[in-house]
């Protein structure tokens, strides 16, 4: 019974006090008031757009880093993947010097036919990695991709062409590994001179 008396009735609650009523304030005492409230309004707004415009920024540079970060990953991993085929590369030049020197007997045959296939698997693998051979003999001379080690007199060929590739030269996408070593031609001094 004790419980009943402490529960709230609203009939003998006590009226709840409100702010004076409208009709009381003087027209300046509005205009004040909606004078607070715009300003409180505006700050507010002003407060939506300044948090709005960190957010947006917050998430491009978040999306910046993400961007970065992926680059600087795939250049990490390019990076390994050319250093490592570079210190290939004298391996393939040992290979194929071995190669065509067993080439020249014929009692190596079968030893040929299995170092054959061995060099085919590991070029193989290796332009899966993205290696290209640069092999320009015939081509005109590019000083991006080719090394002038000599020139040779030649009419054959259109001077300055390359007549012989020396040693191979590799690249990997468009990152330059090791340029061909290459022989130039060139014309011979019989035609230049007139008597």
Known sequence: MEQEENIPNPENQDPVETDAPEAE?????????VGRLKSKLDDAYGKQDDLK??????????????KRSIREREDAVQRTRSQI?????PVMDAFQLGFAEAKKHEQTSNFVEGFSMAMTLM???????????????????DAKLHEAIGYEENNDCEEGNVITTVRTGYR???RLLR???VILAKA????GEAD
Do not use: C, W
């Open 123 to 141: 070029e193989t693998t290796l332009s899966e990695y993205g290696l290209k051979v640069i092999e320009p003999t015939g081509e005109a001379f």
């Open 53 to 66: 415009s960190k957010y947006l920024r917050a998430v491009a540079d978040l999306e910046n880093i993400r």
């Open 25 to 33: 304030l003087s027209e300046e005492e509005k205009e004040e008031s």
């Open 179 to 181: 340029p061909a070593s």
């Open 172 to 174: 990997i996408g468009e």
């Open 85 to 89: 085929i570079s210190d290939l590369l």
């Open 188 to 191: 011979s001094s019989t035609d």
